[in-house]
């Protein structure tokens, strides 16, 4: 009866929880209509292919962390940047995207019950904080660039740690300190690097024994409160005349995000948790050569 009481209250916190994600969204929906609508310019009205490009961008980025937890900005941001979209348009697009992408996957994930009650309330407060500093850190005090390569190493590291994991015989014990030392420098490397939220506490929480459903859908439903409240800091510095390339990434994503959560319920853990590590060690070491060379 206890048992079947705590599972009753859960499920009103993120029914909740659910309502203001919802509530949110149409919020900064209306506030961007507004600014496209002020700005709006008809003869820079088109559809063209790089639309079509950017909708597939934003489907493939999402499905992939919608199922993996991760690597959603360094796939956007990697390929939108590989057409020659501005760095500082890329960042701008990934952030004010993921939102609604990551609201929808958030959703789809509280729906399958992806979700650890104790994790997510660890991360999320100072994970927003984190994202909030890291956004005006790198609008007003320094480039994320000269940051990246570190980032990017530690990642790699972390990506082998993982894969070795996954071979072990015997289940390791969940070992979850610092969980919100955690989600502060998730949040505030997210925003710095234009992506990392994913990587940095998804692979953290996986290398350290976490189940990879739960920890996927937590960390995922998080990545939506992390996304709003960094937006909320990039909108200051957004062009809205780049409205298309956002509409695109979301319209991808959100035929994505439930297809992506979905999909994490029937991958084993063992394969979840070496492809994790692949898309880990792949993503830091073309990060690396892209810097240095």
């Known amino acids: 009866m206890k048992k079947l009481a705590l599972s009753l209250s ?29 700005d709006f310019d008809a003869s820079t009205f088109a559809l063209d292919s790089l639309f079509y490009y950017f909708v597939f961008v934003g489907f493939i980025a999402q499905l992939i ?28 697009g990934v952030h004010t995207a993921k939102v609604f992408t990551a609201g ?10 992806n979700i650890d009650k104790n994790m997510f309330f660890r991360i999320v407060i100072t994970g927003v904080i984190g994202s909030m500093i890291g956004a005006y850190v790198i609008s007003e005090v320094i480039d994320g660039e000269f940051i990246k390569p570190y980032i990017s190493g530690y990642l790699v590291f972390l990506g082998v740690m ?31 690097g234009g992506g990392g939220w994913g990587p940095l506490v998804t692979s953290n929480l996986l290398s350290k024994g976490n189940p990879a459903k ?53 991958i084993p853990q063992k394969i979840l948790m070496i492809i994790v590590s692949v898309v ?13 060379f």
């Open 104 to 113: 929808v996957s958030g959703l789809s994930h509280i729906f399958l019950g």
């Open 10 to 38: 859960d499920n009103i916190r993120f029914k909740s929880i659910a309502i203001l994600m919802v509530l949110m969204k149409v919020g900064l929906a209306t506030v961007l209509f507004y600014r496209v609508y002020v």
């Open 162 to 192: 993982i894969f070795m994991k996954a071979f072990k015989a015997k289940p390791q014990i969940p070992v979850n300190k610092n969980l919100g030392i955690l989600g502060l420098y998730g949040g505030f490397f997210d925003a710095i």
């Open 214 to 266: 739960q920890t996927i859908g937590t960390v995922n439903t998080a990545e939506f409160f992390v996304a709003f409240f960094s937006t909320g800091i990039f909108m200051l510095f957004v062009d809205t005349k780049a409205w298309q390339l956002i509409a695109a990434l979301i319209i991808g994503g959100i035929f994505a995000a439930p297809l992506g959560a979905y999909l994490v319920k029937f």
């Open 65 to 92: 962390d919608g199922a993996l937890g991760m690597a959603y900005g360094a796939t956007c941001s990697s390929l939108m940047m590989s057409v020659g979209v501005p760095p500082a348009y890329a960042t701008a």
């Open 280 to 292: 880990v060690i792949l993503v830091s070491l073309i990060n690396v050569v892209g810097i240095f």
